[in-house]
């Protein structure tokens, strides 16, 4: 069973290249992950955390390598294909909800769907189970600003989710919630990644947390390498 739903491989990238500057941020970094698996990335600050991510969710390009979703080499294609097989096949979540505010939580994680094509009824039925299943169903027609911030991170988590991705790609998804939220909101989106079968690949300071995951990686002068 071919079970990878990403693979990164040799991926180098280097800012202001040729100027006093220049920062070799990835120096070739490999990766596959495998469905249903969740992975932590543990990274000191600067050494690169956000770029990897950003490289692996096509935000950005790398300067070489691969990065193959599905068996698709999808790195170096044109930026409208990028975009659709990102909407499609990744999910965000950052340290900070970025909820749109002027619309409920559930339109939350409806308009994702809507914009891929799901009718309304499918995108709001699948929108009330991710809810449900992270313990904020009661909460569905609040807008953000009305939600404490554990509530705003379980919605995001969803939101992330609305499409069914192969893979999640988090950075510091609990960062801004204390120790005790943290470690449900954590729980939460474990569940979420667990029933969805999905790889997940966290970024994430706290040892607790990634002591949590199935496996733990740490990229240092641009490589990842296994934290025993
Ligand atoms: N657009 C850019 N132009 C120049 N240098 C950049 C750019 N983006 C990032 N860098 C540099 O590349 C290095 C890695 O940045 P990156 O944001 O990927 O690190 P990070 O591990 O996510 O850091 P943190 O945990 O502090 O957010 C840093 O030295 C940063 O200053």
């Not at 990164?8 to 249903?36: C, W």
């Not at 950005?60 to 990102?86: F, H, M, W, Y």
């Not at 009330?128 to 600003?145: E, F, I, S």
């Amino acid at each position: 069973m071919n079970d990878l739903t990403m693979r990164l491989n040799g991926l180098t990238k280097t800012y202001l290249k040729g100027t006093p500057g220049e920062v070799q941020v990835l120096r070739g970094v490999d990766l596959e992950l495998r469905a249903g698996e969740a992975v932590a990335l543990v990274a000191p600050s600067g050494a690169g955390k956000s770029t990897l991510l950003h490289i692996a969710g096509l935000l950005d390009k790398p300067d070489e390598g691969s990065v193959e979703i599905a068996g698709q080499n999808v790195a170096g294609r044109g930026d409208r294909t990028r975009t659709a097989l990102r909407r499609q096949d990744v999910g965000f979540v950052y340290q900070f909800h970025h909820l749109l505010p002027e619309f409920t939580a559930l339109e939350n994680i409806t308009l994702p769907q809507l914009a891929n094509g799901v009718s309304e009824k499918a995108a709001q039925d699948r929108a009330m189970a991710l809810l449900d299943r992270v313990g904020v169903a009661a909460r569905a027609k609040h807008r953000p600003a009305a939600l404490s911030g554990g509530e705003q991170q379980r919605v995001a988590f969803c939101r992330a989710l609305a499409n069914k991705p192969r893979v999640l790609l988090a950075d510091e998804p609990t960062g801004n919630l204390d120790p005790e939220t943290s470690d449900q909101v954590f729980g939460a989106l474990m569940s979420l990644v667990r029933d969805a079968g999905l790889s997940a690949l966290i970024a994430t300071h706290n040892m607790d947390l990634a002591a949590r995951m199935d496996r733990k990686l740490r990229l240092e002068a641009g490589v990842l390498k296994p934290v025993e």
